[in-house]
């Protein structure tokens, strides 16, 4: 009997290392960084985050504007300091010290706005301080700063803050558009019909970044191959649902049966008295034969 065992290589690896393992798994380049948060993970129509500051201060273009740069300002300065001392912070307070970066560098952003923006400042109102607990910059710390260097963190925070304020003037103009009539103050559609009011209020922000969501889902919808066992020469059914198969074949001096179960996996075949068997806690393959 010989037993070989296949180890999935990352046992024994400390949590440094597994982050530079994780962190080699994100795109390439500040500029996929950047694109990636603008478009392929889009905090507000991608990862769904942020979407309090979206509905509550949408009703302007101009507001969305002032939100998005705010929210970019501080989500640039945390990332920079996160990865500055990532290494210094322990594991078991991260949470509690990122909140405290984040929470120190609204606060700048709130004095600023009030001193330099106080139109700004009162319609934006309680979601400046809010930003302390916004989900987007929170994750950001967490996913992508305490696993990267300073400049891919900026590169980072550029590319949410951008995709953050895009959604806020798309959903902003378009409830501005249809409820006030106007565009950046401008009139444009109030001499063609009545204004619904209802979009400045709370349901039409869900309507509008529902709708939005809807148009871009549909825009960049990608189809997603059926996974089946067709074509497979093992044939285990774990696609099937982990249903039990046993298939008989010519020469074979025997039966071979496949079983799939929610404890692990087991193919035996016959005379040959081989078995492969895999579980999902340990990540290794055992097999086992007789001469």
């Known amino acids: 009997m010989s037993d070989v065992t296949i180890d999935t290589g990352n046992t024994g690896k400390t949590g440094k290392e597994l982050k530079k393992i994780e962190a080699g798994t994100k795109p390439n380049g500040l500029g996929a960084v950047i694109l990636d948060g603008i478009f392929g993970s889009n905090p507000s129509f991608r990862l769904i985050l942020g979407t309090c500051p979206l509905l509550a201060v949408t009703t302007s273009v101009m507001n969305g504007i002032g939100m998005g740069i705010s929210a970019t ?11 500055l001392i990532r290494n210094f912070i322990p594991d078991t307070v991260r949470i509690p010290a990122y909140i405290t970066v984040i929470a120190g560098f609204v606060t700048i952003t ?18 400046i301080p809010l930003i302390v607990v916004n989900c987007i910059i929170l994750a950001r710390a967490e996913m992508f700063a305490n696993k990267n260097g300073v400049v891919r963190s900026i590169a980072d925070g550029v590319g949410m803050g951008m995709g953050f304020t895009a959604a806020l003037i798309l959903v902003g103009g378009l409830r501005e558009l249809l409820g006030s009539g106007t565009l950046f103050g401008f009139a444009i559609t109030r001499d063609l019909f009545t204004p619904a009011a209802l979009m400045l209020l709370p349901p039409g ?17 990608k189809k997603t191959p059926v996974m089946s066992c067709d074509g497979c020469a093992q044939k285990c059914g774990l696609v099937g649902g982990g249903s039990d198969r046993s298939d008989s074949e010519d020469g074979g001096g025997g039966g071979g049966s496949e079983s799939s179960g929610s404890g692990g996996n087991r193919i035996s ?15 290794s393959v055992a097999a086992e034969g007789k001469p």
């Open 110 to 127: 709130d004095l600023v706005l009030h001193a330099f923006a106080p139109e700004l400042y009162s319609a934006l109102g309680i979601f």
């Open 205 to 221: 922000g869900f309507m509008a970044y529902g709708t939005v969501l809807a148009v871009i889902n549909k825009v960049t919808k």
């Open 269 to 283: 075949s016959g005379s040959e008295g081989n078995r492969i068997s895999s579980g999902g806690a340990g990540g």
């Open 73 to 83: 300002a501080v989500l640039i300065c945390s990332n920079i300091v996160i990865s």
